[in-house]
């Protein structure tokens, strides 16, 4: 495995709503492999959510959560993916993933048990082999500590 299953969790507030970022704590091992170099992010719009908070309903949040555990489940054995980061922050979950090969993390994807109606997401590709684009997010966290 590329990265253990330990994550850091960080919290504040972000144009005056709650933001949560999670992050795998040995990230650098990952990193450091260099056939990880293409960053694909995963959106997910809430449809329903708290104005107050920006959270999504609890109903939606679990489905979210689970969401969450089968892009884990799928896309990370055989060593093509690592889910690196997850952000949430105004009704949007985002993921960070880093693969080294597209069609197998679509595959992977695509095993992921939903609903007729599917998941309310959003997927973009980027080459990224310096991992800037989570380095970006990683080194703002660690300004606010």
């Known amino acids: 495995m590329l990265v253990n299953n330990r994550w850091i969790r960080a919290s504040g507030e972000l144009n005056d709503k ?5 992050y795998r704590e040995d990230w650098q091992q990952a990193a450091a492999y260099d056939a990880l170099n293409i ?8 449809e329903s959510r708290d104005e107050s908070t920006g959270f999504p309903s609890d109903a939606e949040q679990l489905r979210i959560l689970a969401f969450s555990e089968q892009l884990q489940q799928m896309l990370e054995p055989g060593e093509n993916a690592v889910v690196a980061m997850v952000i949430a922050h105004d009704g949007v979950n985002q993921w960070i ?7 197998p993390l679509k595959d992977g994807l695509d ?3 939903a609903t ?3 998941y309310p997401i959003e997927v ?3 080459e ?3 991992w ?3 380095q970006q997010v990683y080194d703002a966290i660690r300004q606010q500590h």
Do not use: E, M, R
Not at 18 to 22: A, L, N, V
């Open 39 to 46: 960053c694909v992010q995963i959106a997910w719009q809430a």
């Open 97 to 103: 993933i880093y693969c080294k090969d597209l069609q």
């Open 124 to 126: 973009v590709a980027d």
């Open 132 to 134: 800037q684009i989570f």
């Open 128 to 130: 990224d082999p310096h």
């Open 18 to 22: 709650p933001i949560s970022i999670q």
């Open 111 to 113: 095993k992921i048990p």
């Open 116 to 118: 007729d109606a599917g």
